[in-house]
């Protein structure tokens, strides 16, 4: 009696690994709309893509962020750094029955960017449309040595 349940799993077993059963399923998961999605996401993950540029009378950073709530973003100014932190808490659905939520420790990015002799008081930061965009104005230049002198215009 006690040999009969070796018999009855090894062939149950070699007639699975024989059959094209594993296979599919194995392939109806990994061909999943819902696998392939949150792969997408993940990777879409692996970094900040947030660039500087300068212009003129700004710096501006930008970059896209695709999956992240504005509540995630900080936008911060000190010492000559604007840094941008970004929390990653994922969360992946089907739309039905089936959902993952994704949170790994310390999953928050974060990015420097120097930025000199700029008004820190009229930095902005606008999150739309999953873009990023830090406007960092910069400070008016004026020479310490050179005195102005304001002209009056005086009728005769």
Known sequence: MFNIFPYVFQTTF???MNSD??????????????????INEIENMASLDINLSEREKEYIISGRLPGVKKSDIDVDYNNNYVTIKVKRNQFFSNGQNFSVTIIGPENE???DFYV???DPYSIKAVFKDNLLTVHVPKKN????????????YTVK
Not at 23 to 36: A, C, F, Y
Not at 146 to 152: A, M, P
């Open 21 to 38: 059963f594993i296979d599919s399923i194995i392939d109806s998961v990994l061909n999943n709309e819902t696998v392939n999605n949150m």
């Open 141 to 152: 230049k004026i020479d310490d040595k050179v005195t102005i002198i304001n002209v009056d």
């Open 14 to 16: 070699n007639t699975l």
């Open 109 to 111: 990015e974060i990015k």
């Open 116 to 118: 000199g002799n700029v």
